[in-house]
């Protein structure tokens, strides 16, 4: 049955045609080499064949799990797992049993993290980036991926949302908005902020190569709305000064302690002036200067 790169050509999972194709073969037969042919032994074969796919392939998952296993970098790793869930071919639920069907797999634990639930919603290996270099190591909240909302009878999508703090990061990756999409962004953005959602765009040189930036201009932001835990990755990042700088954002109302004592306490003069009404009638009421006319009551002379 075709496997590995030829199989993900057939599911959609690859953009480009490789030069070889893929065979995977069970673990006792054996297959003559010839030019352009890449054969493949496995013991489960017949375990992660598809039961009605024609031509003859791997299932999806077992697909993707086998691109993973043979993929140079992480990176590359991973971009076959988002591919496969951006591109709804399969869920992140599939994933997790078809590796632990397998008694042994390269990265296990890598693995299991990128199908954490936590994780869920990941379309991009930008995004994946994200988490791993920005949002964990300074202790952002966790956001929601992909978050689903409607603005004029249309579904947006923002790749990452803080909703509690109001705050949106869009993450550009020249793969996952080519050209002329820039204005949907725009017009998104411009919508978010309507909505009282603040939104933040970064770019893949901005994730790869100022983690630690990006992640102080983000908690400068969340701060502002009331977030408190972002932390410094290490001694020389950033996020500190942003994280110091942030308490003195606050409302004016609650930056003037004095102003609001000083309220209260005219507020309070008519009780502390208050005398009984006996007394009163037999008090003479104090007059204004060059009017014979008594003050109201409870009203204050001027000075």
């Known amino acids: 049955m075709l496997s590995q790169r030829t199989a993900a050509e057939l599911w959609g999972l690859a953009d480009e045609v490789s030069s070889l194709i893929h065979l995977t073969v069970p673990g006792d037969r054996r297959v003559r080499r010839q030019p352009g042919l890449a054969v493949h032994l496995s013991a489960r074969a017949a375990l992660a064949a598809h039961p009605a796919a024609i031509p003859p392939r791997t299932r999806v998952e077992e697909t993707i799990i086998d691109l993973w296993e043979t993929a140079p970098t992480l990176d590359d790793a991973v971009s076959w797992i988002v591919r496969g869930l951006g591109r709804r071919l399969t869920t992140q639920d599939k994933l997790r049993a078809a590796t632990e069907a397998r008694s042994r797999l390269r990265g296990r634990a890598k693995l299991a993290e990128i199908l954490s639930p936590d ?13 791993r ?5 300074h202790r952002l909240p966790a956001g929601s991926r992909q978050a689903h909302s409607r603005r004029d009878g249309r579904s947006v999508y923002r790749d990452t949302l803080y909703e509690a703090f109001r705050t949106a990061v869009e993450l550009d990756g020249r793969v996952a908005h080519p050209g002329d999409s820039r204005w949907t962004d725009i017009h998104r953005d411009n919508a978010a902020s309507a909505d ?7 770019g893949w040189l901005d994730i790869t190569g100022r983690a630690c930036e990006v992640a102080a201009e983000i ?3 969340l701060a ?3 977030y408190q835990g972002a932390r410094p990755c290490s ?18 109302s609650s930056s003037h302690p004095a102003h609001t004592t000083q309220r209260a306490a005219i507020r ?12 009163r009638a037999s008090r003479p009421q ?3 200067p060059g009017s014979s006319r008594p003050l109201e009551k409870h009203q204050v002379p001027s000075a």
Do not use: M, N, W
């Open 196 to 202: 009282g959602v603040t939104t933040l765009r970064y």
């Open 235 to 252: 001694d020389g990042c950033p996020v500190a000064r942003g994280a110091r700088s942030s308490p003195a954002r606050r409302p004016a």
């Open 286 to 288: 104090p007059s204004r």
């Open 219 to 221: 908690a400068e932001v």
């Open 268 to 279: 309070r003069k008519p009780a502390q002036r208050a005398q009984p009404s006996s007394e």
């Open 133 to 137: 270099d920005v949002e964990r190591p």
């Open 224 to 226: 502002t709305r009331g």
């Open 119 to 131: 994780l869920a919603g990941l379309h991009s290996i930008l995004e994946f980036r994200y988490v």
